[in-house]
């Protein structure tokens, strides 16, 4: 089955600065994978997600990239604010209709105002 | 995008009783509905996959006589925690995929958080 690794547990930047959150992926049939933000309580929310056939997707300050051949995709939030502090967890999955999501164990993104 | 409600959100209950929890996809029909389980600062935990109107298929080590999952139409899904004990105390969340152009996207509920006492 898929394994989803995510390093580090936890990261703290000083607003304004860039954070980048990588995740690695072993099963080279998944084609999607999200992006989701979770605050303390709260549901987990699609930021932002990529298939397999494009390299990079940009919405605003957030982007994706992916690299099939290493096998991992990173997200990229930049000039942090300290709304985008929350748990953020990245997922992989292949197209079809018994597909279920593997989740990494989130990072826990600080921002310091 | 797509709403999922859950409800209650919220429920503490007595050791040996059962809770029942719903989750509804408010504004698509939802084909396939997920139940996970999250455990303070860790991530979700995949349960059990439903489908609407054939049985669910549960995840290695989650016992289905005591998670009982209803996908009766394609736009609600039941969990119910028989027997609940301490060790159940957790917060459970649904999502629902729309297995149509959405495609692979997961839309998640609110979650609910059981208290057993």
């Known amino acids: 089955g898929e394994n989803v690794e995510q390093h580090p547990s936890t990261l703290s930047v000083q607003e304004g600065d860039s954070a980048v959150i990588k995740c690695t992926y072993s099963?080279?049939?998944?084609?999607?994978f999200p992006w989701y933000k979770q605050e303390l309580g709260k549901r987990p929310q699609l930021i932002i997600d990529?298939?397999?056939?494009?390299g990079e997707k940009k919405d605003q300050r957030i982007a994706v990239t992916l690299n099939k051949t290493a096998k991992h995709f990173s997200l990229h939030i930049t000039e942090t604010q300290p709304e985008d502090s929350a748990v953020y967890f990245c997922?992989?999955?292949?197209?079809?209709?018994?597909?279920?999501?593997?989740f990494g164990k989130g990072i826990t993104l600080s921002v310091r105002p | 995008g797509a709403v999922v409600s859950q409800h209650p959100s919220r429920v503490i209950c007595k050791s040996g009783t059962s809770v029942k929890i719903e989750c509804r996809s408010l504004?698509?029909?939802?084909?396939?509905m997920f139940w996970y389980r999250q455990f303070p600062k860790k991530s979700l935990m995949l349960m059990a996959t439903s489908n609407e109107g054939s049985k669910a298929t549960y995840e290695q080590g989650v016992e289905k006589d005591k998670f009982l999952i209803n996908h009766a139409s394609l736009t609600l899904s039941t969990l119910t925690v028989t027997s609940a004990h301490p060790e159940d105390s957790s917060f459970y969340i649904c999502?629902?995929?729309?297995?149509?152009?959405?495609?692979?996207?997961?839309?998640f509920g609110p979650g609910t958080r059981l208290t057993v006492l």
């Open positions: 990529i298939r397999s056939n494009v």
């Open positions: 999502s629902a995929r729309d297995g149509g152009e959405i495609g692979n996207e997961q839309f």
């Open positions: 997922a992989a999955t292949y197209t079809g209709a018994n597909s279920k999501l593997t």
């Open positions: 504004d698509f029909q939802a084909t396939t």
């Open positions: 099963d080279s049939a998944s084609n999607y």
